[in-house]
């Protein structure tokens, strides 16, 4: 069994240590009370609030719409069903990226209301000034590189990012000054495998894989995709562990089947 299996309360320092002992992060996303609780005692070191609450939560087609007050919201149900893991909270779409005041101001909401132990944002160097802001307020700050969804309207798509060289040498170099901007760890998302090891090797904080490969320092993914609730979302990326919406719509379908004919409640389940 791993050391850090029995580390009561997971941090950013255990993050590092798993790098430097080569143990494998594990990841994943939760947006409710419920779900933090059953991820938590499944045993990942980190439960991330997504912005992808706006797709799975909210249903709609990008994580932009989402609003710093309803992010809060999810973090407050997160951290309440979680007791080990390190619990991390994405800033949305326009709450850090136009000055590093207002960045600082999201950042600081995020940590005093919904309670998170550390903030997510998406982007390099375009958006140092404020990662520096919120890292010296004393706020720990995860980055995320690679295909950043914030910025979907600029990519025009979800497909793979830096295939080429002088994006590839842009992420590396974005993710160094990531590093020195003092970021605990990196989400690197949907990169070439090889160039999401060099970017492993290259820095000395954790770097956290989707679709990246596996010689990221640990891996994330989307809740919901993991455990087969979304039907119609199948990136090559995806494992899917479980086929929930089969097993749940045959539980909805079997519950009216048992009232429509009065098979439920029975005797036993009548006072």
């Known amino acids: 069994m791993s050391v850090h299996s029995e580390i009561k309360k997971v941090t950013t320092e255990t993050l590092r240590k798993m790098k430097f002992d080569k143990e494998k992060i594990t990841m994943l996303t939760a947006y409710d009370f419920t779900t933090a609780k059953m991820v938590d005692a499944g045993g990942v070191d980190a439960i991330l609030i997504g912005d992808s609450a706006a797709n799975v939560m909210a249903g709609f087609e990008t994580t932009l719409p989402i609003t710093l007050d309803q992010m809060i919201y999810h973090a407050q149900s997160v951290v309440r069903g979680t007791d080990r893991a390190l619990v991390i909270a994405d800033l949305p779409f326009g709450t850090y990226q136009s000055n590093p005041e207002k960045a600082l101001e999201s950042a600081v909401r995020m940590m005093k209301e919904g309670g998170a132990h550390a903030v997510k944002i998406e982007g390099g160097k375009e958006i140092s000034k404020s990662i520096k802001k919120i890292i010296n307020a004393g706020i720990p700050v995860m980055g995320h590189l690679g295909l950043t969804p914030q910025s979907i309207y600029k990519f025009g798509t979800y497909k793979v990012r830096a295939k080429d060289e002088a994006e590839a040498d842009k992420l590396i170099a974005d993710a160094q000054l990531l590093e020195e901007l003092g970021c605990f760890g990196i989400v690197l998302e949907k990169i070439p495998a090889d160039l999401a090891k060099k970017v492993t090797e ?41 086929d929930l919406y089969t097993e749940i719509t045959g539980a909805v379908a079997q519950y009216v089947k048992d009232v429509k004919s009065v098979e439920f409640p029975n005797e036993n389940e009548s006072y």
Do not use: E, W
Request: aromatic share 10%; net charge positive.
């Open 202 to 242: 290259a820095i000395s904080i954790p770097t956290i894989g989707i679709g990246a490969g596996s010689d990221c320092d640990g891996q994330v993914l989307v809740y919901h995709d993991m455990v087969g609730m979304n039907k119609g979302f199948s990136p090559k990326f995806l494992r899917r562990y479980l």
